[in-house]
């Protein structure tokens, strides 16, 4: 099944569902750069930006940056997995639909509003505003997050339906039995139907639990006397939005396993180790969301233990697998490259370099001196900015064909990395100095770092204008265009 | 201190693995006459990558969780030998009584707060965070530390609060005996 010409029960094109949302991913992503961007050079004292405002852009580029990477992860799940199972075009549109309707909630509560609580809410913060904003102000901002909730749950689900049409259960479709040596690899699913597999299930419940807190926020905000208990909140919270920012990651990766293949000339291999990689994702993922909590003392210790520990064994799947597997499919494969492949190889060494700071922080002995400093973005960046959109990045890219090997794609790419480097390691480095995160104003000692920052954001910006525009230059292209593979 | 070693570690362990990706990306283009052997090969390095991982993994828990610096886990000591210091937050400013110290003393720390989440970052004179934990609604956090410089050290709120959340600082000021 291919997704050419295929309209679906809906009449609705399948293809041009995918590249709507690829275009709102890509303009969205730009805004919420330049949002980054202005954070960064308030910071630096290149541009002056009052503290409340510089909160309330915070909280926009948060949100906004974590909705787009749902949403674009969304898109090359989508478009891989209905390769294998039946989906609904209008499921699909609603998310979208749902996701535009949400963001106009959020920006509205942060640029009208003054909502700026930061992206996690976290509770009891929106109801204590200190006449900053309003409840209502507040409110539309977590009712904005449940819009996007709710289509993010209709679509795992509409997923979910499909995948049990054809493999009868999850566990089949993660390939649970090929994991544990009980089936023959052969017989296991496609590596875009393992990966959406884990993503429905860990997102799911990452998602309603993200529902339920953001319920009771909004219950707190008109009802002070109805309290919660703030650290079971936070857990909530945390777990939600570990889940849901791991899960976009995930999706994207599919990317990798199918776009790669189709320049080197070597499958993406689906063996044993595979599906069991998959597997103790799924179940890592979920489980180790504690490690955001570790300087919470009041949580029991075994818990924080088991942030660390599971920290540390995330690391596995993603640098002996995928990694690994990337690695060995282009190693000497006679590939060529274009800009597509590039993308989405940058996105994997991204989100492997990555992987280091982040173990790093979940170390419950370096977390105590590096929590909340810029330590934090900085890994975060490095394997979502380096890791997950670069993947993206190559998705986009290889919707619109033929393939460039040259060309000012390529000025793009290496503003993209270069600027890249240079932000990820400005925030690593202020992080060791002890540079606190989500601070408007900073002291002329951190100016160097913030400067060196606003430099590599500024570079980021342009790369990704650049690949962004070259999309758009050959979208009606990519209508038209059949099917690449 | 600790976040040097932390910096000077994954700034190499990053580079290295940078390094691999722009080798294999560099040596792409030509393509390799028989690709099973080399497979084969790979797979047996990742088995030896995996047992290495494995064998740093345990060894760096081992170390590391030796020494959590949670209430429970913290060595027993005799009332007299700490000082117990109460640190309440609130909407933009600390509460820290008793804030003077001297060298050698060890510091108990009860940090709670009386409205949002803060966080109680204490940075040495130096102004390098050496210890941390998070003042939360509803509950009292212990922290102990023992200062080991005479100075001024400062308590920053780490967990972002509100629009004055980078304007919420104390002094705490240590002494030679």
């Known amino acids: 099944m291919t997704m050419a010409a295929t309209a679906g029960r809906s009449g609705i094109n399948a293809r041009a569902a995918v590249l709507a949302y690829v275009a709102a991913a890509g303009i969205v992503v730009l805004l919420m750069m330049l949002l980054g961007l202005t954070m960064r050079l ?45 989906v609904s075009t209008a499921v699909f549109l609603v998310n979208l639909v749902c996701f535009l309707i949400g963001a106009v909630l959020i920006l509205g509560a942060g640029f009208i509003g003054g909502f700026g609580a930061g ?34 749950l209709l679509l795992h689900l509409d997923i979910a339906r499909g995948i049990l049409s054809v493999y009868g259960g999850l566990g089949a479709a993660l390939g649970w039995k090929q994991a544990f040596g009980l089936a023959s690899d052969n017989e296991g699913p496609p590596p875009a139907v393992t990966a959406s597999t884990m993503v429905l299930i860990v997102n799911i419940l990452g998602i309603l639990l993200g529902a339920a807190v953001l319920v009771v926020s909004l219950v707190n905000l008109y009802v002070p006397s109805f309290a919660f208990n703030a650290l079971a909140a936070k857990n909530m919270i945390y777990f939600f939005g570990h889940v849901f920012i791991n899960a976009t990651i995930y999706m994207a990766v599919i990317a990798v396993y199918e776009i790669l293949p189709v320049y080197t000339h070597r499958p993406w291999k689906t063996n044993a180790a595979f599906y069991f990689a998959w597997v103790l994702s799924t179940i890592m993922v979920l489980t180790v969301y504690t490690h955001h909590l570790l300087m919470d003392f009041a949580m029991p210790t075994w818990a924080l233990v088991a942030g660390q520990i599971i920290s540390w064994l995330s690391g596995l799947p993603v640098l002996l697998v995928t990694a690994f597997g990337t690695l060995t499919n282009v190693y ?69 064909t ?34 606190p995160r989500r601070y408007a104003v900073h002291v002329p000692d951190w100016l160097p770092y913030d400067r060196a920052g606003s ?17 758009f230059s050959s979208v009606r292209a990519a209508a038209l265009a059949p099917d690449a593979s | 201190m600790v976040q040097d070693a932390v910096w000077s570690i994954t700034i190499v362990l990053m580079g290295c693995l940078a390094a691999v990706f722009a080798w294999v990306a560099t040596g792409a283009r ?33 170390k ?18 700490v000082q117990p210091s109460q640190a309440v937050a609130e909407q933009w400013a600390w509460t820290i009584k008793p804030d003077a110290f001297t060298v ?39 922290l102990r530390y023992t200062f080991t410089k005479p100075g001024t050290y400062q308590v920053l709120c780490l967990e972002y609060c509100g629009v004055a959340h980078h304007e919420m600082k104390a002094e705490i000021k240590v002494t030679d005996r």
């Open chain 2, 104 to 142: 050698g003393q060890t510091a108990e720390f009860h940090v709670t707060s009386n409205d949002v989440n803060h966080g109680f970052a204490l940075y040495d004179p130096e102004f390098r965070i050496v210890a941390q934990t998070q003042a939360m609604p509803g509950y009292t956090n212990v």
């Open chain 1, 42 to 86: 308030a910071q630096a004292q290149w541009l002056n930006v009052p503290p409340d405002l510089f909160y309330v852009i915070m909280t926009m580029h948060g949100a906004g940056m974590v909705g787009i990477a749902g949403l674009s992860g969304a898109a090359v799940m989508w478009y891989f997995v209905r390769r294998h199972v039946p």
């Open chain 2, 64 to 81: 590391t969780l030796g020494a959590l610096p949670y209430r429970n886990a913290l060595p027993p000591l005799p009332a007299a030998a």
């Open chain 1, 455 to 471: 430099l590599g954001a500024g570079l980021v910006v342009i790369g990704a204008l650049i690949l962004v525009a070259r999309f």
């Open chain 2, 30 to 62: 030509v393509a390799v006459a028989n690709y099973a052997p080399t497979i084969e090969r790979a797979y047996r390095l990742r088995t030896w990558l995996f047992v290495l991982a494995l064998l740093v993994l345990i060894g760096a828990n081992y």
């Open chain 1, 402 to 435: 033929p393939q460039p090997r040259y060309g000012f794609g390529w000025v793009g790419f290496w503003l993209y990395v270069g600027g890249g480097v240079l932000f990820v390691l400005a925030f690593l480095l202020a992080g060791s100095a002890s540079v």
């Open chain 1, 332 to 400: 000497r494969s006679g590939l060529r490259w274009n800009l597509a492949a590039a993308l989405v190889f940058l996105g994997v060494a991204g989100w492997a370099i990555g992987v280091i700071p982040a173990i790093a922080d979940g170390t419950i002995a370096v977390n105590s001196v590096m929590h909340n400093t810029q330590w934090v973005p900085g890994h975060f960046h490095t394997y979502l900015l380096l890791g997950m959109v670069a993947m993206f990045l190559g998705f986009m890219t290889y919707l619109t």
């Open chain 1, 119 to 152: 992206w996690t809410f976290l509770f009891p913060l929106p109801a204590h505003s200190g006449s900053l904003w309003s409840a209502n102000a507040a409110a539309c901002y977590l009712a904005g997050l449940l819009v996007i909730g709710v289509g993010f």
